[in-house]
């Protein structure tokens, strides 16, 4: 098969040339058959007819002309069939069994790092003889996934929750490897030729979260995409920065596609007015050096990006009422407010959200630059100077977080969007032991947004409730998700899981399957650089039995669990390569330990280290 895309799509604007060429592409298929009187024939062109075959094996490869964002698909010298054909001759030159154990040895070396088994209690106790398969075997029995969605209402299964938590690191290894793209709005299991909002990633939530679970769950490798991209989206978004404000740095607003696209949105300005997409992905280079500690990273790839990003949005920042900074204009991601004259608006000034992804990324950039020695540059003076000038946190008069720089009236109280909770999560300027009545502001906000909401939404909310500590509220949302959406339909709240438990919208996104494994494991397991935090969102009731294995924290550092009767029984921890000072924290108990590099520390109940022994033994 061969194939040349469109220029343009249908139905968008005409572009100035009658000869635009959009990307070839190409697939070849491959068949191996087995049998003494084994026949194939090809009838009309267009099937395969085979008799008398004992087995048969068809590989299929496929490539494409994509040369990267900055090169026109008309001057791309790449030959998709030429790719293709040869990618199919190196596989028919390996059996069967030789391209499945390649397969598993890649795929497995990824998955296998975490495991993870939640019980009910005593009557599951059976569980521990089994192996793995065996236990899958017993839980899942002959029912479809489907007969499981259905009846996790009433039987809340567990182990339907360790499938959800696996089956997200599952999608990610599938489409997020290095050398490929970024996982978008629906990953690369779309089946439209154009699919809902062209399935380009969307960067006011959607994009990062696809990409919540890479670190904690034990599967860095799988942001290298992120990187790469984000490499190629500050290219443009430097052009973006100059031409469309007059400004240094780079920066992106809230759509983008394969070519990178940073400009704005051409659409309602509480679409189009957004220009932290950019910024709010810098964070995740960050995050990724504090669970690494990668400082080749750090240094030659995520701090030149921050530098970027940060020198626009010191510019971006304008002088506001009390001598605080601002951002003008201003929007909160697809939401709007009732203006003071009675009428719908949606752009302001200075919204939580823009405030709460600059004063992250203005941290972000101080405490790389501490770790890289760089610290007495123009851009880190210039951020010293603006961070205690970003407006703190308001709270409104219902006591809930402020969206807007004003308590305006809001509309649509139920709104999908937490933007205005950027602090607690994904980001870290709000904690319960340095905000708490920030936290109890937070809380408030959760309960006045409600439950309802498609996939990603119930995901982010879980994450939160998470981060305040409360496991009943986030096991609620567990619940909301759980709920069967045959194809084709939807329920009241937009949200659910369809068949083949991919999350729904609808349609379908692929983003809130990758939030829910993010979300549990903040309910396992919440750390800084220096404290760890055990269980902090455990549903004891729900889940009084478990285990994990292979969760990451930050520091370098790989974390086991085990619990029963809904406490803490064991925990088991190490760095890599870091000597550190680790607080931990479980309940109203912490402790302080010393971890050294290379050695795995025992720690009972009580947080009392038992034993010790190098890493690897």
């Known amino acids: 098969m061969e194939g040349i895309c469109p220029g343009q799509r249908t139905g968008l604007r005409k572009v100035n040339s009658s000869n635009v060429t959009g990307i070839k592409f190409a697939a070849v298929l491959g068949l191996q ?95 521990g003889s089994l192996t793995e398969n065996e236990r899958l075997k017993e839980a899942f029995g002959e029912e479809t996934s489907a007969d499981r969605v259905k009846s996790f209402s009433i039987d809340e299964d567990p182990s339907l929750v360790e499938l959800l938590f696996q089956y997200g690191r599952y ?30 990633p969307h960067l006011n939530i959607n994009l990062q979260m696809n990409y919540w679970p890479a670190l904690p769950c034990n599967l860095s490798e799988c942001q290298e995409p992120l990187f790469d991209f984000l490499t190629s989206l500050a290219v443009n978004g430097s052009k973006t920065a100059k031409v469309n404000y007059n400004s240094s740095g780079w920066v992106t607003h809230h759509v983008t596609d394969i070519w990178a696209k940073s400009s704005a949105f051409l659409k309602n300005p509480k679409h189009a007015v957004w220009p932290m997409g950019g910024a709010w992905l810098c964070t995740h280079l960050w995050e990724h050096y504090q669970f690494s500690l990668d400082k080749g990273l750090l240094e030659n790839k995520a701090y030149p990006l921050l530098e970027g990003c940060a020198s626009f949005l010191v510019e971006w920042l304008i002088e506001g009422p009390g001598g605080y900074l ?38 972000a950039v101080l405490l790389s ?105 986030a096991y609620n949302m567990i619940l909301k998700l759980i709920t069967l959406v045959p194809p084709g339909e939807k329920v009241d709240f937009e949200g659910g899981l369809y068949n083949n438990l991919w999350t729904a919208h609808p349609p379908f996104q692929i983003d809130a399957n990758f939030g829910f494994t993010a979300a549990v494991a903040e309910m396992l397991v919440q750390s800084t650089l220096n404290d760890l935090y055990l269980l902090p969102a455990l549903p004891r009731d729900k889940w009084p039995r478990g285990c994990v294995k292979g969760l990451k924290a930050r520091g370098d550092m790989t974390v086991n669990i085990c619990w029963d009767e809904g406490e803490l029984q064991e925990v088991m921890l190490w760095s890599n390569h870091r000597n550190s000072v680790t607080r931990l924290h479980y309940g109203a108990q912490s402790t302080t330990i010393r971890v050294c590099g290379g050695t795995i520390y025992k720690i009972n109940r009580g947080l009392k280290c038992l034993d010790s022994w190098p890493l690897g033994k």
Not at 51 to 67: G, L, P, R
Not at 184 to 189: A, D, F, H, V
Not at 330 to 340: G, L, M, R
Not at 420 to 438: A, M, Q, R
Request: charge should be negative; hydrophobic fraction near 40%; aromatic fraction near 8%.
């Open 33 to 127: 058959i087995g049998g003494n009187s084994a026949k194939v024939a090809v009838l009309n062109d267009q099937k395969l007819r085979l008799d008398n075959a004992d087995w048969a094996v068809i590989v299929v490869a496929a490539s494409s002309s994509f040369s990267g964002p900055f090169v026109n698909p008309a001057d791309s010298k790449l030959d998709p069939t030429s790719i293709a054909l040869n990618t199919l001759n190196f596989a028919r030159n390996l059996t069967y069994d030789q391209l499945k154990a390649a397969h598993l040895d890649d795929y497995q070396r990824l998955f296998y790092r975490l495991t993870i088994q939640l019980s009910r209690g005593l009557k599951d106790d059976t569980h």
């Open 171 to 200: 999608l990610l290894i599938s489409c997020s490897r290095p050398g490929t793209q970024i996982s978008n709005l629906q990953g690369i299991w779309s089946q439209d030729v154009a699919p809902a909002w062209d399935a380009a």
């Open 326 to 363: 601002q951002t003008n204009p201003s929007t909160s991601p697809e939401h709007a407010f009732v203006a003071p004259d009675g009428q719908p608006a949606s752009v302001s000034c200075s919204t939580t959200m823009d405030i709460s992804i600059i004063r992250e990324v203005f941290l």
């Open 369 to 473: 630059a501490e770790v890289l020695g760089k610290s007495d540059t123009d851009l880190v003076k210039n951020v010293k100077k603006a961070l205690p000038r970003l407006p703190p946190i308001q709270i409104a008069r219902d006591r809930t977080i402020m969206e807007w720089a004003l308590d305006f009236q809001d509309p649509e109280v139920h709104h999908r969007h937490l933007s205005h909770l950027f602090g607690l999560f994904p980001g870290h300027t709000i904690t319960l032991e340095k905000n708490s009545d920030v936290c109890e502001a937070v809380a408030n906000t959760l309960y006045k947004r409600g439950e309802d909401g498609p996939g990603w939404s119930t995901t982010w909310k879980m994450a939160l409730w998470a981060r305040l500590f409360s496991s009943e509220n």
